[in-house]
């Protein structure tokens, strides 16, 4: 992590600055400054764009009840896409304009998702389980058995069985 972090906010930057001077000292000054603006204009009027598309699709699939894993890790990769871009720099631009192509982003995501496991859960259905020992009674108000009894009382599970309407 530490090493992360110091190529984050240590070596970025200074490589930042060389490729500016450099570039600076072919085209100008001005030039370069315009460039910088440039893109960081264009790469935020476009990652609002994705980013709109982006939420749009998120609420779908939410809607229609279906997990949007995808649309969540596009939109987290948009909002980095939108900070490189607006840092000065032409190496940050170009990390920041590749995360702004769809087949870019769905390769990270795919890679993304065979590192870290995810957990999907059935919409709609509860599952309740009851695990008793039979060595220990269970004496509650609503146990079917009376306390005086002598043998250890075991519950038996009652189901519930009826309907459900979601209303919107």
Aim: aromatic share 10%.
């Amino acid at each position: 992590m530490f090493r992360f972090l110091f190529l984050l906010f240590i070596v970025i930057p200074i490589i930042e600055i060389a490729l500016l001077m450099k570039i600076g000292g072919w085209i100008g000054v001005w030039p370069t400054i315009t460039i910088v603006i440039v893109t960081a204009w264009l790469g935020a009027k476009n990652v609002r764009q994705q980013g709109l598309a982006t939420l749009s699709s998120l609420q779908t699939k939410m809607a229609q009840g279906q997990a949007p894993s995808e649309e969540i890790v596009s939109g987290l990769m948009l909002l980095i896409a939108g900070i490189l871009l607006v840092t000065p720099g032409f190496v940050t631009d170009i990390f920041g304009l590749s995360l702004l192509i769809p087949a870019f982003r769905k390769s990270i995501a795919k890679a993304f998702q065979k590192v870290m496991p995810v957990q999907t859960y059935a919409s709609g259905g509860f599952q309740q389980q009851n695990h008793y020992h039979h060595e220990q009674a269970v004496n509650d108000d609503f146990s079917p058995e009376s306390e005086s009894s002598s043998k250890p009382s075991i519950h038996q599970g009652k189901i519930l069985d009826g309907e459900f309407e979601r209303k919107e």
